[in-house]
């Protein structure tokens, strides 16, 4: 292994700034938004006004005498221009034939409101919407199937005409003997868990301008898309192109968070308008359209078993996701990594997850940051925090009873290896820094008043890094670097920017390794023919991969350097130092060249001068991390997740008593995401993260009329969190590197949704008072009153 | 509301009249103690300006959005629109608010507690604008008790009440946003329990209507109207004893 580098990569030497940020405040950087190419036209889909129909039939002719309508696409026409979307691929499921897919625009039916089944491209965005609302359909309503008992009852009819029944997959995770383990058991709980419906929501919404360049043949994409080279393959699939006829660009984001995974229509249908009407064609999608995607929406019953000490000797769970109508894109993976990360970082060896993905007729599922790992955190705590209840203990007892302790790790389950971690220290140290003994003591001591003060404490185990074998993204990443005789270094990374700034950290790696100043790299991303071929951006691996890369490809540089540098002065590599953008003799700092007068060296003299080989200035190098297996091993176990962050969140909320509202006091988080290269960001991450968490567990929540209409259409009704509603936070970081992963980071991006969650929910639920509640996010002031009341009739 | 509906499309007007030139439309004057809104006066303006009515000025402070929102927004325009979850249109009856209308057929006065006829219904015919809003001396009263549910802050209102001492020495509370239209409930200075039945009665009496909306039912916010309305009234005796305190 390369010599691990040291101090200079960790947070002491590196709390840089932003590389760009300079650029993001002014406003100078385009989004997807701020390209509209000149001669451009403008698409709008038209969208299903019901949830579940038969389409009879299609009337475009009033739009299509709209002037200024340029081209009208249905799903008829669509069907033999364009592929379908691919969902689950040949084979996944044994009692399908061929792939499962879904057409880009609904053809013979609907299968939820908002469903595209149309588009018109006309001169103007106006027009086009204009003209869409022209578009006249025929339904033949069909009663929608919303909630997952429904869609399974026996006699309701098939969602998918592909699929036997309406449950899209399942599959049990376990380890030991659950059932064995429970029937033992001195005692067994048993709780419910429901978590509403709800969506990543980034500021900034999705869209897509295409060109074909019918001189080159080549069709140019700008999409707002967190993995350009997917959806490159995508296109080539559908479009029936070659790859590298294609070029796809994908912007700075304006916030991915996995709403910006592809395998949704709208990209492929604005490229097909785009090369059939020979002009640039350009879709940009509203709110009320972005909402009526989902990401989470779990049910899950669990039963854990215990002791007289507060152990947890078996676990049992039921976990159902409804994933709304099918879509192809990474969204409906999110249950099964949910399952997959049972028993969280919990010492139980006797555990069973039975999980199931369901179809409905509500929106379409797409990815959300948490990916399934907040459902998971959720109900570990609040079984822990059940257990405690039950015997009449602090929930941090539960917590140090069963939390997993450092020598025991690395630790293998049934679906993980975890790497590494403190968490004993990790939870004294968040304890210590919310002044929990005093926050207790306080809590007891206060007047009920017309508030109570809850406190909750919440373990989150966070797998970074995956790797899903068989997909287009994989776990590994390309980096070239080239140095040039300016002495700056260009770094070309197949991870894109979703707006966290991972570029900064990228190019410190590169920085630190050349020995030259941050403000020397520029890293170029998110251009499929420029950069290598790359994964793009999902599961916290932009540094972790990206970032190893690229700093791989720069230590290969350096060797150059430093072979040049020997050649120089004379002298071994070893007595050579690299600091100050220079390279220079240790024991005299005064013999010193610049890494551009090397550079220039290895150019101008390679071969013609002794000792100075030809040596490229560029290098290139792909990194995968260590502890991945995707080839089942005798026990048929796999092993997705290279690297294990983790944190403990403790929240303190006030629960008003006679309104049910919940207001945020304070939030301390203690993270660990291994070896960290930009305190900054990792802050800034796990920030968003909180609020993030808040949101889910207090106030966001997409409903349906029981027709099966979106309720929540725009942010007054898709409640986000704003600051008011944040409390004051506290952070602190342990670093336990991976010994998995070559710079021993673990990734920064997803830590502290389901910890945030869980903690607030253990808050509300101590606030409330002991007594057997069943657990439904978000915690509604009406929820929470309806709680409160049940507690007093109880009483 | 305008704005936002221009921006997506969802109205469509074929006029639109600006009016910022409005000679005073976005003044706010004091005279005697009186004081009059302009018909562009801004949240921003109520918030900036110390002689403004504490009541409004209170309430403005609060409105959701930030400020764009309180610079853009005006306290006529969210009486027009009569949302019934808006605070405004409580504020302006429970500080006894006089709109002056102008029309075709010249300018006329209407209470705000009859200006206010449902949800997102006025007594402002369509060939009328809003042109002003006189508030009366009483208004600057530093008394006042103010309490608004919401939840969370990007909610609209789901409860609001205001109370306010009324001249001949009773207590005015007014309810806002569980209903269709302001309603109004006058209690003795010493009261110390509202009931519901009293609510009820009042809704009924003043021919409003429990409001519910996606954010909230009408259970709930029977349930909270009750914890608004003792919430302003207790936040009113409150000032009064403090004031009255050597």
């Given at each position: ?139 033949e ?78 069709l ?66 509203c ?115 069963n ?92 991870v ?6 991972s570029?900064?950290?990228i ?69 050579i ?35 100075v ?30 690297t ?18 919940v ?27 909180i ?41 602190d ?24 969650v ?38 | ?5 221009l ?34 006066v ?27 929102i ?14 019934p ?14 709109m ?5 057929a010249?300018t ?27 508030l ?29 001492t ?63 309305l ?17």
């Amino acid at each position: 292994m390369a010599d691990m580098p040291g101090p200079a990569v960790g947070s002491a030497q590196w709390p840089a700034r932003r590389l760009d940020g300079e650029r993001f405040v002014r406003g100078a950087v385009r989004y997807l938004d701020d390209e509209i190419p000149p001669d451009c036209l403008h698409l709008s889909f038209v969208r299903g006004t019901v949830a579940h129909a038969r389409i009879r039939g299609l009337d475009t002719s009033l739009a299509a005498r709209v002037p200024g309508v340029r081209g009208l696409l249905t799903g008829a026409e669509a069907a033999s221009l364009i592929k379908d979307l691919v969902a689950l691929p040949a084979g996944f499921r044994p009692d399908v034939d061929g792939p499962v897919t879904v057409p880009c625009l609904a053809v013979d039916r609907i299968r939820y409101a908002g469903e595209p089944l149309a588009l018109v491209v006309a001169d103007s965005e106006r027009t086009a919407r204009r003209a869409a609302e022209l578009v006249q359909v025929d339904y033949e309503p069909v009663r929608p199937l919303l909630e997952i008992d429904d869609a399974l009852a026996p006699e309701s009819p098939r969602l998918h005409p592909q699929l036997p029944g309406n449950e899209l997959m399942s599959g049990v995770v376990s380890g030991g003997d659950a059932e064995r383990a429970l029937s033992h058991a001195p005692h067994v709980i048993e709780g419910r868990v429901d978590m509403g419906r709800g969506s990543a929501v980034p500021l900034e919404t999705r869209g897509c301008v295409a060109s074909w360049d019918a001189a080159e043949g080549r069709l140019l994409v700008r999409a707002a898309v967190q993995t350009p080279h997917a959806l490159r393959a995508d296109l080539a699939r559908q479009l029936d192109l070659a790859e590298s006829d294609i070029r796809v660009l994908a912007p700075p984001l304006g916030g991915g968070f996995g709403f910006k995974f592809i395998g949704l229509p709208e990209e492929p249908l604005v490229c097909l308008m785009a090369r059939r009407l020979g002009r640039p064609v350009r879709w940009v999608e509203c709110r009320e359209e972005a909402l009526l995607i989902g990401a989470r929406e779990y049910h899950a019953r669990y039963r854990a078993g215990f002791d007289g000490t507060g152990r947890m000797l078996g676990l049992a769970v039921d976990l159902d996701a409804n994933v709304g109508a099918l879509a192809a894109n990474p969204g409906i993976g999110m249950p099964s990594v949910a399952a997959s990360c049972f028993p969280g970082g919990y010492d139980v060896a006797d555990y069973v997850v039975h999980w199931r993905a369901v179809l409905t007729n509500k929106g379409p599922w797409n990815g959300a940051r948490g990916y399934g790992k907040e459902i998971t955190a959720l109900v570990l705590e609040a079984a822990a925090d059940d257990i405690a209840r039950a015997l009449g203990v602090d929930p941090v007892e539960v917590r140090r009873r069963n939390l997993l302790h450092s020598h025991q790790l690395p630790h293998r389950t049934a679906t993980m290896t975890i790497d590494s971690g403190d968490y004993h220290r990790a939870l004294t140290k968040a304890l210590d820094l919310a002044g929990y003994t005093d926050a207790r003591a306080r809590q007891h001591r206060r007047d009920s008043g017309s508030s109570r003060i809850g406190i909750g404490v919440a373990f989150e185990l966070t797998p970074e890094g995956r790797d899903p074998a068989g997909g287009v993204s994989r776990g590994s990443e390309t980096a070239t670097v080239r140095l040039d005789t300016s002495g700056h270094a260009t770094v070309l990374t197949g991870v894109t920017s979703p707006g966290t700034g991972s570029e900064t950290a990228i190019a410190q790696l590169v920085a630190e390794r050349i020995g030259i100043g941050l403000d020397r790299v520029r890293v170029v991303q998110g251009d499929t023919d420029r950069t290598p071929y790359g994964g793009g951006s999902f599961s916290s691996r932009a540094v972790l991969t990206g970032g190893t890369a690229a700093w791989k490809a720069a230590d290969q540089l350096r060797g150059v350097l430093l072979r040049a540098a020997a050649v120089h002065f004379g002298c071994t590599e070893e007595e050579i130092e690299v600091a100050d953008g220079t390279y220079r003799l240790a024991k005299d700092s005064s013999m010193r060249v610049s890494v551009a007068d090397l550079a220039r060296d290895v150019r101008a003299y390679g071969s013609a001068r002794p000792g100075v080989a030809f040596e490229e200035l560029e290098a290139t190098a792909t990194y995968m991390p260590g502890n991945l297996q995707s080839v089942p091993d005798a026990l048929g176990r796999v092993q997705q997740y290279p690297t294990y962050s983790y944190g403990v969140y403790v929240a303190e909320a006030a629960v008003d008593l006679d309104t049910g509202s919940v207001s945020m006091r304070r939030l301390t988080a203690v993270h660990d995401c291994g070896t960290v290269v930009n305190p900054r960001m990792v802050n800034a991450q796990i920030n968003g993260a909180i609020a993030m968490g808040i949101g889910i567990a207090l106030c966001e929540e997409e409903t349906y009329t029981p027709e099966g209409l979106p309720v929540n259409t725009d942010f007054k009704r898709y409640l986000l969190p704003r600051l008011p509603d944040m409390p004051h936070i506290t952070l602190d970081h342990l670093e336990t590197p991976s010994p998995f992963s070559l710079l021993g980071t673990k990734g920064a991006g997803e830590s502290g949704i389901g910890g945030t969650v869980a903690a607030i929910v253990g808050a509300v639920r101590d606030a409330i008072g002991p007594g057997r509640h069943a657990i439904r996010t978000p915690l509604t002031p009406p929820r929470v009153l309806a709680q409160l009341d049940a507690m007093e009739q109880h009483a | 509301m305008l704005i936002p509906q221009l921006t997506r499309g969802t109205i469509a007007p074929d006029v639109l009249v600006d009016l910022h030139r409005l000679p005073g439309a976005a003044r706010l004057r004091t005279s005697a103690g009186a004081t009059t809104l302009g018909a562009m006066v801004s949240y921003t303006t109520l918030i900036r300006d110390p002689t403004a009515p504490p009541l409004l000025r209170h309430i403005a402070q609060g409105i959701t959005g930030g400020p764009q929102i309180r610079n853009q927004g005006t306290i006529a325009g969210s009486a027009c629109y009569a949302n019934p979850a808006s605070e405004m249109p409580t504020a302006l009856v429970a500080s006894g608010a006089i709109m002056r209308i102008a029309g075709p057929a010249g300018t006329r006065s209407c209470g705000a507690a009859d200006f206010f006829d449902g949800a997102f219904t006025t007594r402002l015919a369509p060939n009328e604008a809003l042109v002003a809003l006189d508030l009366p001396a009483s208004t600057n009263s530093p008394d006042y008790g103010y309490c608004k549910i919401k939840r969370s802050e990007s909610s609209w209102p789901i409860a609001t009440a205001t109370a306010l001492t009324s001249g001949n020495g009773m207590l005015n509370l007014v309810l806002g946003a569980a209903v269709t239209r302001p309603v109004t409930i006058t209690v003795p200075p010493e009261i110390s329990t509202l009931t519901v039945a009293t609510i009820d009665q009042a809704v009924e009496h003043q021919g409003a209507e429990w409001w519910a909306d996606e954010l909230a039912d009408i259970g709930y916010r029977r349930r909270v109207a009750i914890v608004a309305l003792t919430r302003a009234l207790a936040s009113l005796q409150e000032r009064i004893v403090k004031r009255d305190r050597p």
